[in-house]
Nanobody, 116 residues
Framework: QVQLVESGGGLVQAGGSLSLSCVAS????????MGWYRQAPGKQRELVAIIDNGGSTNYAESVKGRTTISRDNAKNTVYLQMNSLKSEDTAVYYCVAQTLPWMEYWGQGTQVTVSS
């Protein structure tokens, strides 16, 4: 079992920045990747960014160039830095951890609201 606790988020003005962090606990030795998804009202949950144990990253096209995902493996923590925020970035952001054997664990979610 892996438990995830997110922090950060809140109300941000358009054009501003936000930082999210997520700490994993439990059987963290099985984690192969950590990342962030988001879900806006009335929409499906979508990938924002993900980073594997080797540091390889994958970003959604909509956030490329203004988003950085990073990890501190010693602290079992993943970070998300988003700049130049837009109203369409408003969503609940969820931390995810993928493990082997294959499982996905999710955080409780943190609301990000971008005001124009």
């Amino acid at each position: 079992q892996v438990q995830l606790v997110e922090s950060g988020g809140g109300l941000v003005q358009a054009g501003g920045s936000l930082s999210l962090s997520c700490v994993a606990s439990g059987t963290t030795s099985r984690i192969t990747a950590m990342g962030w998804y988001r879900q806006a009202p009335g929409k499906q949950r979508e990938l924002v960014a993900i980073i594997d144990n080797g540091g390889s990253t994958n970003y959604a096209e909509s956030v490329k160039g203004r988003t950085t995902i990073s990890r501190d493996n010693a602290k079992n923590t993943v970070y998300l830095q988003m700049n130049s925020l837009k109203s369409e970035d408003t969503a609940v952001y969820y931390c995810v951890a993928q493990t082997l054997p294959w499982m996905e664990y999710w955080g409780q979610g943190t609301q990000v609201t971008v005001s124009s």
